[in-house]
């Protein structure tokens, strides 16, 4: 193939992608902060390895290459613990990496630095990895083989360039950068179809390498698990590595941290970034099996470009060599960033602090930008032919690992110290560098083959303690990460923990002053904007934060200590709160017993209102009864003493006495009545025709009417209730009596219906109530006609009772109503109200 | 959520890890696939189902 066509549409889609950035910056603004975007950009994870190491790690080892895959799929299942705290700490403290977590969690000067330092070390190899996958891909579709041309270096120029143009705009690395976002998710789809279309293509043309394979003994291992407990072992870890890798990763946390605009984003890039990597995955083994079966002599690292050339379709080889460059190129701008503002944030600005240049920090965040790319070059130009891709990502994975430990126990656990987090991480550095770094080394001739042998048998840098067997980096990943757990844990417990950070203080004008220097007057408005209404001591912690987000947490400390002062200790502090605590306890706890008090004496007031109200009761019945029996007494003993008295007189004694026993009685009835109501009968609900009851009421009454020469009438409605019949009906007997006894010629009953009630109305052309009685007229024994006061009293009880409610009309005469509920809703089946 | 994320976890944790070796995996299995890479490629999309339906919805 022409190199100059293959050059030429190399850097046309390197245009392309600034291009789409630029979109993304402007117009694309929304679909770059979309949540679609955000799981497409978390595929920055699927490197040049991915498309075309994993092709090779399949040919060769079969289906260990999908661990690789599983482990991240694992880690997003935990979003709602892992991402979202994080989300939350990098928004409240501007976190642009986990070194600046450490640093803040720790407090301990030196952790940023050597987690900076370190994770550039470990991860340079892995850039060189992209450059090489590029330069190889380039020189393979020329037909060349060697040497590597410095087709790598123009890349690395134009990637540095893209970094610095979208990634450095601004000092603020916490800021977003939509540009360099939807930039990387188009280069995942671009990979992702790039990838599925080779891979349709040759199983189209090729039909299925499944069966193929059966014929070859020696392809077969590739389609079984791993052997022995070994294999095993390799395989487990292989799957815990890439899950911490996939969250320590300096570009993965720039994408899934920095770079989110909205945590619910998460719920989408849960399932569908692990569907993409399965998407991805699809074709892996079978374009594997493929190349093994038709070009057994080749690269298999190269089958991706390998296998279009052999079926002749070379624009689909073209096609395959740009999915590999987005591939790589987009690792190589996001993790170039994501090293430059370490390297900014922990190695350079507490330098240039020094050297009173942090006014520059931003030129040199850009310089670092192209070292790291220059570096990364270099590496590949000297080192490049000594590695598999596969084995030098790896032994990245397993550098960016060693955060593990201190980062999660960090996160998760409060007893986690400064003195444990750097014991664990300098442990685990020294093995990962003792039995990975060194050793490859040596394998590609740097060091004395010392390193690959060790100073004695047990301490063989690939088989510490004796163990054989194991795959390198397998081993590797398991001592350094247990060395590294057992001293972070061990430390920790034996150490005490200091206070976070000695808490600061300062003028909001002088604070304000600081970060005009630092970040200019934007930063400045935007302090005080947000600091007006802070307390001295929080406005510190603003623009603290607000520092750290630019120049780093150790360099923000720093500044600061120019214009703050100390918080009066924490000591002094802790006991001031707890004083401040038990004061406000014991307040609401006077509070609480006040209101209790109020309470009791409310209840004591309404007890002996009630005791008072049962002695009248019990004074006003002695009283009523007390009457008609003194009567009857004094009418009994006239008879008894005056035999002889005329017929006619002893006649109208007798009446008299027969008077007085029914008022007795009647008196007796209405306070047994009133007694069984107050001792709780329940209802008897059933369905109750009411102008049947009505009928029957004025039935019962008739005699009465009759024998005092009142007129009875009735306009009565056809209304169904569900109700207690009894209850009417006692009301209604109680009203008509009452009428009965103040009118002069007529009495009427009304029953009709409003809204959903049944409503009796008892009229008669009595003299009324008096208008001073009107208010007392419910009250018991308040009679002002000779009855027993108990009529009105018990009849309200039980319409109250059915959930009605009674009254009495203005107008002239009298004229009580009460209401029925059609269903008996409101009941109280025995207090009344 | 949290719990029903906690289990989804350990679910796909105890599927991807398992020991292969206990079980007697054909080189040749249904449509011709390798039972292994059949296995795999279910168990993760029965992840990634179960985790669209548990996060779907805020």
Known sequence: MSAVWVLLILFLYLASLFLVALWGEGRGRTLAQSAHAYAFSLAVYATAWTFFGSVGRAATEGMSFLSIYLGPTLVLLLWPFLHEKLLSLARAHRLTSWADFLYLRFGHDLLGPLAAGFLVVGLLPYLALQLKAIAQAFLFLRGEEEPLTDIALPTALLLALFAILFGTRRLDPSERHQGLVLAVAFESFVKLLALLLVGGVVLWQLGNPFPQVQNRPELLPLLLPPEGLAGYLEWASLVVLSGLAFLFLPRQFHVSVVENTDPQHLRLAAWAFPLYLLLINLPVLPLALFGRLLLPEGNPDLYVLALPLELGNAPLALLAFLGGVSAATAMVVVEGLALSILISNHLLSPLLLRFRALGSLLLWRRISILAVMLLAYLYFRLAGEAYALVAMGLISFVAVAQLAPAGLLGLFWKGATPQGALAGLLGGIVIWAYTLFLPALARSGWLSPFFLEGPHPLLRPEGLLGIRGLDPVTHGFLTSLTLNLALTLGVSLFTRRKPLQEERTGEVEELAALLRRVLGPEAEKAFRRQAHTLPDREAAGLAETLLAGSVGPATAKLLLLSVTREVPPEALREEVEEAARESWELRAYAQALEEARKELAEAYERLKALDQAKDELLAAVSHELKTPLTAVRSLAEILEANPDLPEEERGRFVSLLAKETARLSRLVEEILAYTRFQAGVPLARSPTDLRALAEEALALVEPLARERGITMDSHLAGVQALTDRDRVLQVLLNLLHNALRHARSRVRLELTLTNREALFRVFDDGPGVPPQARARVFEPFQSFSGGTGLGLFLARRLVESLGGRIWLEEGEGASFAFTLPLGVEHEDSGGGR | ?58
């Open chain 2, 1 to 58: 959520m949290k719990e029903k994320a906690f289990a989804l976890f350990f679910l796909a944790l105890g599927l991807f890890t398992m020991p292969l070796e206990l079980f007697p995996w054909a080189p040749k299995g249904p449509w011709g696939l390798p039972t292994l890479y059949l296995y795999f490629f279910l168990v993760w999309g029965l992840v990634i189902l179960l985790a669209y339906l548990l996060y779907r919805k805020p």
